[in-house]
């Protein structure tokens, strides 16, 4: 696949067929993540590859902390639907920044978080397309923030966690989502 042809095929996924991932396919996409550009070289992301038990006891861990959070009151959003898709997938990736403690532990220097997150942006960014490319699908997950606490301890770390993605293949093909115009997004200055 060319390079335009998988950002513009790449979809949010929701809902997964529930055939495995081998391994290899796994790892091939994990080669790619890592090759993703980072400031200063920092290559500041750790991936977690939960399958299984691992993956089913991060979504049970998830339901509770959101299910505690309704309870006391709080709009958890789509959190739920997305616990659901997440249990369908076959492989779940957690993302952390390694050079950031957890945003509940400590604060790291605001230039250098910034140029850390990027940078893991850019890799779950080619984490997708590589997926893609694969003829598999996506979806970059922030609802685990809801439990950003519970996961960190779970994992006993006390990293930034900064998202999940969920890869499986798809059981659905969603249309193109709307898209702001180049005009409303971009200014030329001369």
Known sequence: MK???AIYARRSIRKFKSQEIDRDTVEKIL???IQA???KNRQPWKLFVLQAKAKDDLCELMEKSISKLKDSGINTGSSE????SM???PVLILVFNTETRSTHRAKAGRYMNLVDVQSIG???QTMLLAAEDMGLGTLWICD???ADKEICDHFKTDRQLIAAVSIGYKDESPEPRPRKSLNEVVEWRE
């Open 37 to 39: 550009p980072s400031g």
């Open 87 to 89: 249990k369908q997938a």
């Open 122 to 124: 850019g890799a779950i």
């Open 3 to 5: 390079t335009f042809d």
């Open 31 to 33: 080669r790619a993540t």
């Open 81 to 84: 639907y997305t616990v659901r």
């Open 144 to 146: 685990v923030f809801y």
